[in-house]
């Protein structure tokens, strides 16, 4: 389906530069829209018009004239699709989905696969959901046709799900855009790593819309540059401004060139060269230069099989055991699995000879597309790219053990690497700390026409693991619960949950936050352990942190006290802030529980008076608990005036202002959210929790005379990774 798009990338050029240049030359002339003739057209004429533009490959110019035809025919179920494919070939994947939704709805019968591709236009967007309901509905509405195609629907549905999961529970990585002195509004890929100081890729450079024509070729096609690394600055991974890789003469003004690649020993230099021809075909071959004497000598097509058929490109050279391989994409025909395929041939660098090149089998290539070949004769893993496989949006990443002919583990790199976009040209540093390079549409890139149209660099930091690792027990006995779900809430309020059979949990962090670790089970509440990874750097190992959680009965729930406040005053106390942060801690902690907030006065002033001014004290208490993060839903504020007193307002016939003090209070009762809404402990009413169980079990009151530890750790003294 995109065939055209998925060529142009393999030629290092994007999807907007125009394959036939003749016939672009003409139908570009009128770029200017108040000096366009072709406005004026009637409709056919413009439809013959944007129909041709759409057959060239023009699509950006094509959609803006099934735009103009659309404002006269506004339900054409034609125009409506031509603007959903024009959109889905530019990948700009919003519009496209919003097309192909209303091209089934006014012509489900004509276009029943629109449901299909609105659902891969939703799943590139990252709706993950929404994609899988749509796919869904294609295969129920489609029962007795369309059968490889629903096969392929159930297997992006397996995408998503994988996706979803992915993104939950992502790779400990940071993908960072290679910066503007790398990237243009054009394509950019194939990089390189010249050690850790540079990178070799592939790019046209440029940041406007061009007009491909044969007298300004030198603009559009692709070219070898080269970008250091920036030294003696904060930002990592910073490159200057890219320059013309001149080592060899290589670069040509009149073909795309790509996809450098050098022997192990250095000495040979293999790229692709690719040309357009008749028809909006574009055909990639393999050259190599050897470095003799000084030099670079002339490049040369490379032959005994490798470039015999069909387009051959992305090579890439490598150690596999004692044996040297070329790898390499080819769609060629014969013993093709499908589209393109990842295939290989041993060298022999004694006599510069290549045998017949073999595919990688079916252990990696798929019907569809297996391209951007890269082995890692340190691990000894191939890593690729393809639509194939279960992927989470387009292209993925994936990797394979073994090599050349036999592989296993097939793996899919997963969230951040692979994203809802595509994915190409996955490659690692050569020396040092792991960190790659890839190639990716994802949003961020920067963008000549929508925020997904083109091709970036980007740098994949690879950062130190950190786990939290540890168990949920019992208080009293130190015994693991079962089935018990650990949780834990990072700085920013993320949740994560780990539904644990047996007590234990194990929890990846980031650098740079600090998490809250809980349990939950029904009857229980829970302690909270504390790990911070602030100070742990990029360059520091892996690391794992151990914690416990303790768990009780509801009982030893929570008790708050010391919420005061001055005479005539409904504002806080400074001394009862930490009452009730320990309370919002309690709260976030078991977010099974509820409270009802009990404020009071003291003896002086009328019944209505102290009523509402009691109103405004448990209104503050409501206020400060939704501002650090506790729902309202969970609080109820209900004034008692100066009922309930807890000590004599006066003594001995006069004043007594410290009883009046202690009047003038908040306490709360805490109890559950379920519908029976069961009384736990009542902090207005004489007794301790304990006393409270005694005497109030017959109503299913309970209590407790002890305030729940806030923090809770064991383990590792010695990790970087700081426990509290």
């Given at each position: 389906?995109?065939?055209?798009?998925?060529?142009?990338?393999?030629?290092?050029?994007?999807?907007?530069?125009?394959?036939?240049?003749?016939?672009?030359?003409?139908?570009?002339?009128?770029?200017?829209?108040?000096?366009?003739?072709?406005?004026?057209?009637?409709?056919?004429?413009?439809?013959?018009?944007?129909?041709?533009?759409?057959?060239?490959?023009?699509?950006?110019?094509?959609?803006?004239?099934?735009?103009?035809?659309?404002?006269?025919?506004?339900?054409?179920?034609?125009?409506?699709?031509?603007?959903?494919?024009?959109?889905?070939?530019?990948?700009?994947?919003?519009?496209?989905?919003?097309?192909?939704?209303?091209?089934?709805?006014?012509?489900?019968?004509?276009?029943?696969?629109?449901?299909?591709?609105?659902?891969?236009?939703?799943?590139?967007?990252?709706?993950?959901?929404?994609?899988?309901?749509?796919?869904?509905?294609?295969?129920?509405?489609?029962?007795?046709?369309?059968?490889?195609?629903?096969?392929?629907?159930?297997?992006?549905?397996?995408?998503?799900?994988?996706?979803?999961?992915?993104?939950?529970?992502?790779?400990?990585v940071t993908i960072k855009n290679a910066g503007p002195n790398v990237n243009s509004a054009y394509?950019?890929?194939?990089?390189?790593?010249?050690?850790?100081?540079?990178?070799?890729?592939?790019?046209?450079?440029?940041?406007?819309?061009?007009?491909?024509?044969?007298?300004?070729?030198?603009?559009?096609?692709?070219?070898?540059?080269?970008?250091?690394?920036?030294?003696?600055?904060?930002?990592?991974?910073?490159?200057?401004?890219?320059?013309?890789?001149?080592?060899?003469?290589?670069?040509?003004?009149?073909?795309?060139?790509?996809?450098?690649?050098?022997?192990?020993?250095?000495?040979?230099?293999?790229?692709?060269?690719?040309?357009?021809?008749?028809?909006?075909?574009?055909?990639?071959?393999?050259?190599?230069?050897?470095?003799?004497?000084?030099?670079?000598?002339?490049?040369?097509?490379?032959?005994?099989?490798?470039?015999?058929?069909?387009?051959?490109?992305?090579?890439?050279?490598?150690?596999?055991?004692?044996?040297?391989?070329?790898?390499?994409?080819?769609?060629?025909?014969?013993?093709?699995?499908?589209?393109?395929?990842?295939?290989?041939?041993?060298?022999?660098?004694?006599?510069?000879?290549?045998?017949?090149?073999?595919?990688?089998?079916?252990?990696?290539?798929?019907?569809?597309?297996?391209?951007?070949?890269?082995?890692?004769?340190?691990?000894?893993?191939?890593?690729?790219?393809?639509?194939?496989?279960?992927?989470?949006?387009?292209?993925?990443?994936?990797?394979?053990?073994?090599?050349?002919?036999?592989?296993?583990?097939?793996?899919?790199?997963?969230?951040?690497?692979?994203?809802?976009?595509?994915?190409?040209?996955?490659?690692?540093?050569?020396?040092?700390?792991?960190?790659?390079?890839?190639?990716?549409?994802?949003?961020?890139?920067?963008?000549?026409?929508?925020?997904?149209?083109?091709?970036?660099?980007?740098?994949?930091?690879?950062?130190?693991?950190?786990?939290?690792?540890?168990?949920?027990?019992?208080?009293?006995?130190?015994?693991?619960?079962?089935?018990?779900?650990?949780?834990?809430?990072?700085?920013?309020?993320?949740?994560?949950?780990?539904?644990?059979?047996?007590?234990?949990?194990?929890?990846?962090?980031?650098?740079?936050?600090?998490?809250?670790?809980?349990?939950?089970?029904?009857?229980?509440?829970?302690?909270?352990?504390?790990?911070?990874?602030?100070?742990?750097?990029?360059?520091?190992?892996?690391?794992?942190?151990?914690?416990?959680?303790?768990?009780?009965?509801?009982?030893?729930?929570?008790?708050?006290?010391?919420?005061?406040?001055?005479?005539?005053?409904?504002?806080?106390?400074?001394?009862?802030?930490?009452?009730?942060?320990?309370?919002?801690?309690?709260?976030?902690?078991?977010?099974?529980?509820?409270?009802?907030?009990?404020?009071?006065?003291?003896?002086?002033?009328?019944?209505?008076?102290?009523?509402?001014?009691?109103?405004?004290?448990?209104?503050?208490?409501?206020?400060?608990?939704?501002?650090?993060?506790?729902?309202?839903?969970?609080?109820?504020?209900?004034?008692?005036?100066?009922?309930?007193?807890?000590?004599?307002?006066?003594?001995?016939?006069?004043?007594?202002?410290?009883?009046?003090?202690?009047?003038?209070?908040t306490e709360f009762r805490i109890v559950t959210d379920v519908p029976t809404r069961r009384v736990?402990?009542?902090?207005?009413?004489p007794g301790s929790m304990d006393e409270q169980s005694k005497n109030l079990q017959v109503d299913?009151?309970?209590?407790?005379?002890?305030?729940?530890?806030?923090?809770?750790?064991?383990?590792?003294?010695?990790?970087?990774?700081?426990?509290?």
């Amino acid at each position: 389906m995109r065939k055209n798009w998925l060529l142009l990338v393999l030629a290092i050029a994007f999807i907007t530069v125009q394959l036939d240049a003749n016939a672009q030359q003409q139908k570009d002339r009128y770029r200017n829209k108040a000096n366009d003739p072709v406005r004026s057209f009637p409709y056919y004429k413009k439809l013959r018009w944007a129909d041709g533009l759409f057959r060239a490959g023009s699509y950006i110019n094509a959609i803006d004239y099934y735009q103009q035809l659309k404002t006269e025919q506004p339900r054409n179920p034609y125009l409506t699709y031509q603007l959903a494919e024009c959109y889905w070939f530019t990948r700009d994947y919003v519009p496209a989905s919003m097309y192909y939704n209303e091209v089934y709805a006014l012509a489900p019968k004509l276009y029943p696969e629109a449901k299909y591709k609105e659902a891969v236009m939703l799943k590139m967007q990252g709706k993950y959901d929404e994609a899988i309901h749509q796919f869904n509905k294609f295969i129920t509405d489609n029962p007795k046709t369309y059968k490889k195609l629903k096969i392929r629907a159930k297997k992006e549905i397996d995408g998503a799900k994988m996706a979803l999961n992915t993104i939950n529970d992502p790779q400990p990585v940071t993908i960072k855009n290679a910066g503007p002195n790398v990237n243009s509004a054009y394509t950019e890929s194939a990089p390189y790593p010249l050690g850790d100081t540079a990178i070799l890729f592939a790019t046209m450079n440029q940041n406007n819309l061009i007009d491909a024509d044969k007298s300004n070729r030198g603009d559009y096609v692709s070219r070898f540059m080269i970008a250091r690394k920036q030294k003696f600055v904060e930002d990592v991974d910073s490159f200057q401004w890219a320059l013309k890789f001149n080592d060899g003469n290589f670069n040509n003004p009149h073909v795309h060139v790509g996809n450098g690649s050098y022997s192990p020993g250095g000495d040979r230099f293999y790229f692709s060269k690719c040309s357009e021809e008749d028809s909006a075909k574009i055909i990639c071959k393999i050259f190599v230069s050897k470095f003799e004497g000084e030099q670079w000598s002339e490049p040369e097509l490379l032959g005994e099989g490798i470039n015999e058929s069909g387009s051959n490109t992305q090579p890439f050279v490598a150690k596999v055991g004692k044996k040297e391989i070329l790898f390499f994409s080819s769609n060629r025909k014969l013993q093709s699995r499908g589209g393109y395929d990842i295939w290989y041939s041993v060298i022999d660098p004694r006599n510069n000879t290549y045998r017949r090149p073999q595919n990688a089998g079916k252990q990696v290539n798929t019907e569809m597309d297996e391209v951007t070949p890269y082995y890692d004769s340190r691990v000894n893993k191939l890593y690729f790219s393809s639509n194939g496989w279960i992927t989470m949006g387009g292209f993925d990443i994936f990797s394979a053990d073994g090599g050349p002919s036999r592989y296993q583990n097939i793996t899919n790199l997963g969230s951040p690497i692979n994203s809802p976009a595509d994915e190409l040209y996955y490659i690692k540093d050569p020396v040092g700390k792991p960190d790659a390079y890839l190639v990716s549409n994802r949003v961020g890139s920067i963008a000549l026409t929508n925020p997904t149209c083109c091709d970036d660099i980007w740098r994949v930091q690879y950062e130190p693991r950190l786990m939290v690792m540890g168990k949920v027990v019992t208080r009293d006995g130190n015994v693991p619960l079962q089935d018990v779900v650990a949780k834990m809430v990072d700085d920013k309020g993320d949740l994560k949950t780990y539904n644990s059979a047996d007590g234990n949990f194990a929890f990846s962090m980031k650098r740079g936050h600090t998490y809250v670790i809980t349990g939950d089970k029904t009857g229980l509440s829970s302690t909270r352990a504390t790990v911070n990874t602030m100070d742990v750097k990029r360059t520091d190992p892996d690391d794992t942190a151990y914690v416990t959680v303790y768990m009780e009965e509801i009982v030893n729930a929570f008790r708050v006290s010391n919420i005061y406040y001055d005479y005539d005053k409904a504002s806080l106390r400074p001394e009862s802030i930490a009452s009730l942060d320990s309370l919002v801690n309690f709260m976030k902690d078991n977010g099974s529980l509820s409270v009802e907030i009990y404020s009071y006065t003291d003896g002086k002033g009328t019944s209505q008076y102290n009523n509402n001014l009691s109103l405004k004290r448990a209104e503050a208490v409501k206020q400060y608990l939704i501002q650090s993060g506790v729902e309202e839903s969970r609080m109820i504020a209900k004034p008692l005036g100066m009922s309930n007193p807890a000590a004599p307002n006066t003594s001995g016939g006069g004043d007594n202002p410290q009883g009046r003090q202690l009047n003038r209070r908040t306490e709360f009762r805490i109890v559950t959210d379920v519908p029976t809404r069961r009384v736990l402990f009542n902090s207005a009413k004489p007794g301790s929790m304990d006393e409270q169980s005694k005497n109030l079990q017959v109503d299913e009151n309970s209590n407790d005379d002890s305030e729940t530890d806030s923090e809770s750790t064991t383990g590792n003294p010695g990790s970087r990774v700081n426990k509290r």
